[in-house]
């Protein structure tokens, strides 16, 4: 496993030694990478299956997201503090520990002060302790640089999947039942109600967006908007 | 040395547009029938279908810089508009033309690389994703009404059904043979007692019943079918396995329990079949290449019809199983291969010396 995903980006920059580029550079690059360049989602192509499962309304996606991104945060801060300590055969099943204490801790927090949110996402919430791309950038950053940067690049990577997740959900939520952010006090708190939209009364749903099938059409047309982007710029 | 040599050269087939106006030619009858039987309405979605299709397939060629005119012209997306629609039903409001037309071209085609690269019968996949997503629209059968009778809409009330809806669909409305057989099975009524009232195999023959646009008249579409066999559009390997297994199996179970099992004439005649047989899943793009590949795969479409039709969570299924044997497609084809010259079936050479000494 760890084999492949040193092979999945070869030109990432992180893999392998510290680069030499001035500090400024170093951490732009970070930033880009997690948001566009190396996106988890659309250019990676790791942690589909929460992607797909829960990105039924944009407020899922968004709950989802949110909760990845402190996981991510926090095991990139504790990887790379304790890469010292690790050694090479043993670093899988240390990742996989740090993350699963994480998950365990989001996972009780959610349970305590976000409960409609923690029952709507359901057994996605501790099955991020399995997304690839977590233990991902714990073996190609984390485990390769210093703190600070490590922790950097993960809330950049989160960021960058949170956003992907939020604009799926809306998607595949504005096609398949003509909301936006449905049920956003509900689930996240009376402060997020401004979120809620209704775009269409009376709309009958073009169900298939809602079902599995509708987030793989999705999935596939924002990956092709992305090479679009791409392709304009160059 | 560059003039033609004289042997007996093997014809080509026919050219892509040509073969294209030979599939809309031989499907004709069965719409124009379909339109003539359920008025006005039918004729909007028709053309509103072609329409879109054109339209879309022209947006894809021109997004992947392909020469527009010239794809258009070749005709493959007038075939998948005018198949897709005669399997809408005929009453639907334009809305499901359109998304079923960019379903079809966007998803189903031009996302693959365009004409013969789709993994998927284009049509199909519309009309699947059109009756997963609005199961209500799709499944309001209408009475046939025949443009010369007194109870079919005039034009102007047929734009507004397009357009807006009916206003009264239980008055128009009604179940098809299929819907019947199903509630007549799930409500233990028994389908001795239940058919007759509902299923007329000459009626059925002709078409003369609720249904999709084009999908009724049974008669029409074999001729049709028979046409396209004929003239070598269509090989008849797929036709004649599809209709010959599913007849089979309904006349097996039939004749174990003929109160739970239709009998061979009812899934022959009623609902898609014989559309899907000659039409959709003859489809040279999305069917195996070689003749034992395809007698497998039209075998398994019809397998999976009885198999939905009697078991399913859907009263029709020619679409399902058309798409499922799809998928199975390039296994087929990756296990039923013809031999090579000079090689087993299992493709190691033959050799020559050891067939000398067998012989001696």
Known sequence: MSEAIREDSPDAPDAGAAPKQPTGQRWRRIARDGLWD???????????????????????????????????????????????????????????????????????????????????????IPLIVSNCAILGRAEVFASKRPPGEAAFDGLMMGLGFTAILVVLGGVRELLGSGTLFADAALMLGESFAFLEVTLFDNYSG???????????????????????????RS | MSEPIAAPHTRAPLALPALMQQVLLAAAPATLFGV????????????????????????????????V??????????????????????????????????????????????????????????????????????????????????????????????????????????????????????EGTGLAAALPEHFDPWLALLGYAPGSLAESSALLLALGGLYLIVRRV??????????????????????????RFADPSLHLLAGSTLLAAFF??????????????????AAGCAAIIWLVRTYGGYPEATAFAVLLMNAATPLIDHYVRPRIYGRSRLGTPLSAQRKKQERS
């Open chain 2, 69 to 186: 005119a010239g794809g258009v012209r070749d005709g493959s997306a007038l075939v998948t508009g005018l198949i897709l629609a005669m399997s809408l039903p005929p009453w639907a409001p334009w809305w499901i033309a359109v998304c079923g037309g960019l379903i079809a071209v966007i998803v189903g085609k031009g996302v693959f690389g365009g004409t013969g690269q789709n993994l998927f019968n284009p049509a199909m996949v519309a009309r699947v994703a059109l009756l997963v997503a609005f199961p209500v629209e799709m499944t309001r059968w209408v009475e046939p009404a025949p443009l010369t009778a007194a109870a079919s809409p005039g034009w102007l009330e047929g734009m507004r059904i397009t357009l807006f809806g009916h206003s009264d669909w239980d008055a128009v409305t009604s179940a098809t043979t299929l819907d019947a057989t199903r509630s007549a099975v799930s």
């Open chain 2, 36 to 67: 003539w039987l359920y008025g006005w309405p039918a004729l909007n979605l028709l053309l509103i279908t072609l329409a879109t299709v054109v339209a879309a397939e022209a947006l894809c060629l021109r997004l992947s810089g392909r020469p």
């Open chain 2, 280 to 297: 959709i899943a003859t489809d040279p793009t999305t069917s195996p290449a070689t003749r034992p590949g395809r007698i497998l795969f």
């Open chain 2, 234 to 259: 269509i090989s008849w390997d797929i036709p004649i396995t599809l209709l010959a297994t599913l007849a089979a199996i309904s006349a097996l179970a039939h004749t174990i329990d003929p109160e």
């Open chain 1, 206 to 232: 073009f169900l298939l967006m809602i079902l599995p099938p509708g987030g793989f059409i999705a999935l596939g047309f924002l990956m092709a908007g992305k090479r679009i982007i791409e392709r304009g």
């Open chain 1, 38 to 124: 190396n996106n988890v989602v659309v250019a990676q192509l790791l942690a589909l299956c929460p992607l797909l499962a829960v990105t039924s309304t944009a407020t899922n996606g968004l709950g989802l997201g949110v909760a990845t991104l402190a996981v991510m945060v926090l095991s990139g801060l504790l990887v790379s503090v304790l890469r010292g300590m690790i050694t090479d055969p043993v670093r899988i099943p240390v990742f996989i520990l740090l993350i699963a204490t994480l998950v365990t801790l989001v996972d009780l927090t959610m349970e305590a002060y976000l409960n409609p949110l923690y029952q709507a996402l359901g057994l996605f």
